[in-house]
């Protein structure tokens, strides 16, 4: 069996992914999502900044050994990087390291390690009068602890085959170039022991319960088919605000699903949990459940009403990085940043009953700071205009690029009194019977659906397209130079700005039906009340 430091990550990340990696059939698998490929070639681009940094010219055994296959056989890299040690060349980028384990039972279990660059050292091993030490290079900006538990992984395998006893390896992260050290010793152990749990799983084949993550399992590949799972099981991982820790609680009285917890007392539930948090996963499993809206308050949080009304959204790569060198845009530029690229504006004119989209759109990175002072602008001739937006980030940028472009505080503070999140209303006010609140999951139950930007048109594809997309498609814009790619993006945002227009329709329009309601029911009482005093009005 191999267990790879790849298998080990993905099981620390989700036990479920790492069987599906080895037992789940191919064809069950989703392709790649575009993004992926934008993150590698950014970990690539990174890569090489930091060899550069280091001055170092490593070896690459993949390169050594390319064919036109694909993928490069596993077991050469390891050979031919075991040569490369043994010759003892100064540095080896994306070798494999492996060492061979003997269990009883299974037979041999192969640990292997891909260590982003091997660096020599004057340090004797079983080599010769030198061995190697792992420098890993991450996108991350932070040292995490799974990035420790992959240096650990590796550092153990080395220390075998070098019969040395290294705890101490590099790392590189976003943050600078400046190489973070760190000692490993209290990681053998966790490494260890997960190695062992990992190993126990594969070996029993038992399939771990899924667990559904919106924003962790988004780009697993066997996503599909856990949800699909999640969804016929009522797995109670779909209920917003739910966690591992408080499935765990449910199960031990004896809730499974989303079915019985509906069905379950507040006085139940507050054995296990506070009674705030009982009732918010009792009311949202209710809503689920009966497919219906539930009202949380009496009335609805104000929202304004104004015969001009906008609505805002942003696009923007929180990670920008690269060099846009190769088109007509832009000379070579290296970035790391956040880059807000395209504020999108959907103008609402109830007088005449007109709407229009807007769109400011930063064709190279330099020029966000006219499209900020073009959006100011423009918001600047409604200035009794509501901003509506679907979360904080909208809030946020306009923080920062007020910041960035010296905007006047006076201006900043008259914008910032104009914005309305509908997202925090929403959560504030309703359970939906959703299971997230992102904008377009919210839109989808409202009835709204997204065009496939590709051919302007609804599609089934629409629903699948995302932020992350259009970081891609910015991303290829630079590269190519093809107008294409913005097109798309732009008919991304105009979708989300009608989006949260037609959110704030339906709740206004909730929002009336429930105030006549409660005035019917306040009539009733009156009328009742009248009836049996002995001085009816």
């Known amino acids: 069996m191999l267990l790879t430091d790849e298998l080990l990550l993905h099981y620390r990340r989700c036990s479920r992914r790492a069987f599906l990696d080895i037992y789940g059939e191919e064809g069950q698998k989703s392709p790649e999502k575009d993004f992926l490929f934008k993150l590698k070639a950014e970990k690539e681009f990174h890569h090489q900044q930091i060899i ?217 539930l507050t054995f296990v949990f506070t009674k705030g948090i009982a009732d918010r996963l009792l009311q949202q499993s209710i809503s689920l459940i009966s497919h219906q809206a539930i009202f949380k308050q009496p009335n609805l949080l104000p929202i304004p009403n104004s015969d001009i009304e906008l609505y805002f959204d942003i696009e923007a790569d929180g990670n920008l990085q690269g060099s846009t060198q190769g088109n007509n845009l832009s000379n070579s530029m290296w970035c790391d940043r956040t880059l807000d690229y395209l504020l999108g504006i959907l103008l609402i004119d109830k007088k005449n009953n007109q709407q229009k989209y807007y769109s400011f759109l930063a064709k190279t990175p330099e020029e966000e700071k006219i499209i900020w002072h073009q959006f100011l602008e423009f918001i600047n001739q409604y200035p009794n205009a509501p901003i509506f937006h679907y979360s904080e980030y909208e809030v946020e940028t306009i923080k920062r690029l007020a910041h960035l472009y010296q905007t006047s505080s006076i201006q900043l503070k008259t914008l910032l009194s104009r914005l309305f999140d509908l997202h925090k209303i929403l959560i504030n006010s309703f359970y939906l019977p959703v299971e997230n609140y992102s904008l377009k999951t919210v839109a989808n139950w409202l009835g709204f659906r997204w065009r496939d930007p590709k051919i302007g048109k609804l599609s089934s594809n629409g629903g699948n397209v995302g932020g992350d997309q259009c970081v891609f498609w910015y991303d290829q814009w630079l590269k190519t130079g093809d107008s294409t790619w913005l097109e798309y993006i732009v008919i991304y945002n105009e979708d989300d700005c009608q989006g949260t227009y037609e959110l704030k329709k339906w709740m206004e329009k909730y929002n009336n039906f429930e105030e006549k309601k409660l005035q019917q029911n306040i009539n009733n009482c009156e009328v009742l009340s009248n009836s049996n005093s002995k001085y009816p009005i």
Not at 54 to 65: D, E, S, T, V, W
Not at 79 to 86: E, G
Not at 90 to 107: C, F, H, M, P, T
Not at 242 to 252: F, H, W
């Open 52 to 268: 550069s940094h280091y001055g170092l010219n490593p070896h690459q055994p993949r390169n050594m050994l390319k064919t036109q296959e694909e993928e490069v056989d596993k077991e050469k890299l390891i050979v031919l990087t075991k040569q490369l040690m043994s010759q003892g060349v100064e540095s080896i980028y994306k070798g494999v390291v492996a060492w061979n384990l003997i269990d009883g039972e299974a037979g041999k279990i192969t640990l292997t390690a891909t260590p982003t660059v091997l660096i020599k050292q004057n340090i004797p091993s079983e080599l010769g009068n030198w061995s190697y030490y792992p420098l890993n290079i991450h996108l991350g900006k932070n040292v995490k602890p799974e990035y420790k538990l992959l240096m650990a992984f590796t550092i153990d395998i080395l220390n075998q085959i070098q019969g040395i006893n290294l705890t101490r390896g590099e790392m590189a992260l976003r943050d600078n170039r400046k190489p973070h050290k760190i000692n490993l010793k209290v990681w053998f152990s966790r490494t260890q022991e997960l190695i062992n749990e990992c190993f126990q799983m594969l070996v029993g084949e038992n399939i771990p319960d899924v667990y559904i993550s919106r924003q962790k399992c988004s780009f697993c590949p066997w996503y599909e088919g856990c949800y699909q799972k999640a969804k016929s099981d009522q797995h109670l991982s779909l209920i917003p605000g739910m966690t591992p820790k408080r499935i765990e609680y449910l199960k031990q009285i004896g809730v499974n699903n989303m079915t019985t917890l509906s069905q379950t007392s507040i006085a139940d």
